[in-house]
Structure formats: structure tokens, C-alpha cells
């Protein structure tokens, strides 16, 4: 009944005959759910929806706590043919109105504490029902799954039609919506699986987040496809992860994960039975992966992937996994180094802009057909705007990016969206911001403000301002004020100049 439904057929298929083969593991009740159980529930998510008036193609937004009923949700959109579109649980009511009005979804799923502030934001971009969920699993959500039966028969969906779109920041500051089909999710997730050499025997520690790729698409779908087991942990706790380590054999993480992990008691004995660790999302310092290799005798399978593409690369399963590279271009990928000016492609070792073609690129940007253009090219290729190189041996390496991205924790940010909201402020002139390495995020978002004249502005106060308004991973871990930004002849900021300045403030 799953094969006219391309991601739905996917994520079925190997736990059909394992109805009662354990999914995962709540952490927060301690009780297990069977496949069977899950997609009983995905079913009657499904038919809620469609009891709700959801149609093929309409967008469903949710902005929830990590729960089990939150990933059923997902699985039940997927069968009745509607786009997920998950949100950061940091964005503010104001940053969450930009996205309902841009994406029209018809329905929104939120945490009950966030119901009156974001009632009116979601009535005024034309929503059309409010449901909720809290941590613990109770709201209308769980109400109107409860009230249907399961045996939901799925909508027919081919591969070219959209299955979510997640929103990725913009260098002006206007977020882009990131349209993914069947085919990419499917295609990403089941050439992972067998690349990482996931079976039904793997239990994955799930401490990742689900609005993000890295955390859905990625950690849950591989495990589904895969039919093996998930430890499901609300959010990240070191020494909770440490100690599920002996009923798991594999853990994906952002650098975050590692470097707080490695400050634990008793680790290398709790990662002995441990099969694979995986990093994403943020650049793995060199230092994290001698370090945990010297402490758990487990090499670090380091990747590399964008919201637009899912995964593009991997260090290799079997064979040399380099610290500072992200491996190989994944099967069916194709990667090239290009000139940024000509779009020539690059010989090997050479620096240039990385450019992918597979089935795991986007479909384009949500209303955004001029950025689609300058972004996708004509031959599948897609400009991901990463500055990286080839090695002689074939490894990628990641040097740097053409545009201003900060990868913090694993969450991108652009500075122009911060600088914008510091340039608001009363007394403030001006504003560069930047990232500086840190040991712990990777990246810590640093704001070089400058004051009016005769204006006397305290960093403290900047970031009270900026809290209302600001997801939280957004926010400046550092403000330092200054009389002036470095500038060249053209009277370009010189932001280059100011990461040199103060590379130093994530260690201090």
C-alpha cells in the first residue's frame, strides 16, 4: 500500500514483517514503541490531517518540543501527501511570522506555552487551524490522532514532489525556503545506509534536534530504512548520552556533542561497544578528533552536507578517516571545484567554490525563482557558496565560505539578519558581525559595534535588546565595542581584518 508514496514506501520498507521490533526508546517515560505501534500512529496522524482538510502539496509548519508524537507527525504528513516545514524551537513569534507568511502553510502545530503569541501572527498569514503539543505529549495534536483509526491508505506521490521544506537563512537577512522531494530525502538516506553499514542490529543515541536535516532527515530516516532501534533523547545531556553508550552502537552529533563528551567521566569505557560516531553540521576541529580518538580508540566519521543537498559527502566507513576533511563525494554524487568568478572547474588542489549534482539536491527556493537561478544551474549542479579543494588522495577539505555564514552548534546564521537588528538599536552607528572559533560551538557569533558619536553603549545592554527578537543561537556569545570597522579603499568593511583581530575571544 506504501509504493505510491515514494518516502513513505521508503521508510516502510524494511521494518514490514517487525511490527513488533522495537523502534525506539523514550527517554522521558522509559517505554519502547514497536514499528507497528509508530506507523499505527503515523496512520491516524494522517487521517487527522485529511479529517482537517489537509490536501497534497499544503504546507503543515510546527514548532514543538522534541517528542515520539512529533516524528509520527512527520511520517503521517509524508502519507497524506502534505509538506512538513519544522521550525527552530529558538525562533521568536516575529521570526516565525516571517515564515507563515511566506510558505501559506494551512495548518500550525506549536507548543502550548507559545499559543498566545503565536495566534495572532498565524491568523494574520491566513492559517487556517492551530493544533498543539507539549513535551509531554498532550494537545490537540495527540487529541485529534487518538480520535481517527489507523489503516490509512497513503496519497499517491511520485518522486519529483515536494515532502518538506526547511528555511535557510539568507545573506540580506530574508530567509530561503529549501524545497526537498521524495527523491531527495529517499535517495540520501538509503545511500547513507548502506555507506555508514547500518542494519536492523543498530541502535542509534537520537540527542539531535528535528527541525534541522541533520536530526530527521538524516539520523531518523537512515534508522527507519535501516529497521533498527533509536534511543530517543529530548535534547543533548552529556553524561545521559555517555551512559546510553553501552545500549547503543552508534551516536550522530555536532562538534558540540564531542567536545562535551570528552570532559565526562569513565567515556573510553562507555564507548567501547560503540560501532560509529558521526559529526555534522559545523567544522570538526582537528584537535576534537585526535582528542577522542586518543581517548575512546573510535575515529570520528566526519561528513559534510547543506539543507539545499542533505548529505554530499563522508569520510569513508572502511578506511582512513582524516580529521580536517570530509571525505568523499557519497555514490551518486558528483562534486566539482569551480573558479567563483567564471565557474570553470578547478584542477585538483586548487581552491574554489563547491558545486554538487544528485538526486539529493533541492528542487529550487520556495517563490524564489531568481535565487533558484543564480543558485541551481541549468545542469543540476547546485553553487553551495563553500570555498574547498580536492586533496591528491581524493578527501574533500572545507577552508572556508564565500559568503558570511556562521555555523554555530551546528545552526547557521548570516550576519546581516544580527546587524540589522544591532543597527536598529538607539545609539548605534554601526555594526560588523563575524565569527570567531570557539572549543565548544565551533563558531560563536561576535558583534563589532560602533557608537553614534557622544553615545556610550554597554554590551550588556545590546544583548538584552536583542533577546526579544532573537533566537537564541542567534544571539552574540561576544560584543566588543569599538570607535571604528577596518575598511578598504572601496569602503568595504574588512571583515577578514576583524577575525584576525579577535580569533582570540572563544578561547579567553
Known sequence: MYSENHLACALRAASIGRNDAHLLLNHQTGETQSYGAFFANAERMAAALVAAGIKPGDRIAVQVPKTVAVLELYVGAVLAGAVFLPLNTGYTASEVAYFLQDAGPNLLVCDPVNLAKLTPVAQQAGVSEIWTIAADETGTLTDQRNAQQSGFHPVARMADDLAAILYTSGTTGRSKG????????????QVLKDYWHFTRDDVLIHALPIFHTHGLFVATNVTMMAGGSMIFLPNFDAETVRDYMGQATALMGVPTFYVRLLQTHGLPDAARGMRLFVSGSAPLLAETHDQWRAQTGHAILERYGMTETNMNTSNPYVGARRAGTVG??????????????TGAELAQGEIGVLEVRGDNVFAGYWKMPEKTAAELRDDGF???????????????QI?????????????????????????????????AVIAVPDADFGEAVTAIVVPQNGAVLKPEDIADALRENLARFKQPRHI?????????TMGKVQKNALRETYKGLGTN
Open 382 to 396: 547546485f553553487i553551495t557558496g563553500d570555498l574547498g579543494l580536492v586533496d591528491d588522495q581524493g578527501y574533500v
Open 399 to 431: 577552508v572556508g565560505r564565500d559568503k558570511d555564514l556562521i555555523i554555530t552548534g551546528g545552526y547557521n546564521v548570516y550576519p546581516k539578519e544580527v546587524e540589522l537588528l544591532i543597527d536598529d538599536l538607539p545609539g548605534v552607528n554601526e555594526s
Open 178 to 189: 529549501a524545497m526537498l522531494t521524495h527523491r531527495a530525502l529517499a535517495s540520501n538516506s
Open 328 to 341: 568523499f563525494p557519497l555514490p551518486g554524487v558528483e562534486l566539482k571545484v569551480c573558479d567563483p568568478k
Open 480 to 488: 566588543v565595542i569599538v570607535d571604528e570597522l577596518p575598511r578598504n
